[in-house]
């Protein structure tokens, strides 16, 4: 079975950064795109950010454009989302997930994953 453990996340000032990570289990990691989704109390869990297998391309929600970056680590094992310049609005359980074996045109919805972690808490004060 396939794990993914987050951490990371945390109490940050309103302009500062975290850098979440995601620990995947096995040896497969390379063969799969990942992606980073977040949810909010109260509301629905929303893609922002993806990448595909090698690490040579990454999609990004509008929210996270200039201030975020996906990034992995196959080696390791490993998925990263460096978060710069938080805003009170990006505080959210972050969640990693595994990409469904199809094609990469499909990324932005929860359906498109099929393995996720547990998550990582990000709260960020004003």
């Known amino acids: 079975q396939v794990q993914l453990v987050e951490s990371g996340g945390g109490l940050v000032q309103a302009g500062g950064s975290l850098r979440p990570s995601c620990a995947a289990s096995?040896?497969?990691?390379?063969?799969?795109?990942m992606g980073w989704f977040r949810q909010a109390p109260g509301k629905e869990r929303v893609f922002v950010a993806a990448?595909?297998?090698?690490?040579?391309?990454?999609y990004l929600a509008d929210s996270a454009k200039g201030r975020f970056t996906i990034s992995r680590d196959n080696a390791k094992n490993m998925l990263y989302l460096q978060m710069n310049n938080l805003k009170p609005e990006d505080t959210a359980t972050y969640y990693c997930a595994r990409k469904r074996s199809y094609s990469t045109t499909y990324y932005i919805a929860p359906s498109d994953y099929d393995y996720w972690g547990q998550g990582t808490q990000v709260t960020v004060s004003s």
């Open positions: 990448i595909n297998r090698s690490g040579t391309s990454t």
């Open positions: 096995g040896r497969t990691f390379s063969s799969y795109a």
